[in-house]
């Protein structure tokens, strides 16, 4: 299934990627594990597990462009961060720190946390709104 949901995604598919998902997204892989790929989709680079181990995960509020409203409970569970991004590429949610935790390009969105931990469906609705 590799090679027809990037063939989609280069076509225009409305594609979303939380955490996991925003590493496969990425163009390309800091500290990524030998021969890994992605779909690509996000002219990023991502570092892998950049804020540690398993139990130095953690949950903040960040605001999030394009989302009206209070501020996203966002749950980081060995979450990649976006290291840098290219032309084209928006900066939608970063922590206080400025570490960049959201991006959206074209109809591409990844970001590094789990919104659905929550049962906050505003990230969501952003996608869908996009389509």
Do not use: W
Not at 102 to 120: A, C, L, N, T
């Amino acid at each position: 299934l590799f090679d027809p949901i990037k063939i989609a995604i280069v076509a225009g598919l409305p594609t979303f990627g939380t955490c996991a998902g925003l590493i496969l997204l990425a163009d390309r892989i800091l500290d990524g594990i030998e021969g890994q790929e992605t779909f690509g989709g996000l002219d990023v680079t991502v570092r892998r597990n950049a804020f540690g181990h398993q139990t130095e995960s953690f949950e903040t509020e960040i605001s999030f462009k394009g989302i009206e409203g209070a501020d996203l409970v966002a749950a980081f569970i060995r979450a990649p961060i976006v290291e840098s991004v290219g032309d084209g590429v928006e900066v939608i949610a970063s922590l206080p720190s400025g570490q960049i935790v959201g991006v959206r390009q074209q109809k591409v969105i990844g970001i590094s946390f789990h919104p659905e931990m929550y049962g906050d469906s505003r990230v969501h609705q952003l996608l869908l709104d996009s389509i």
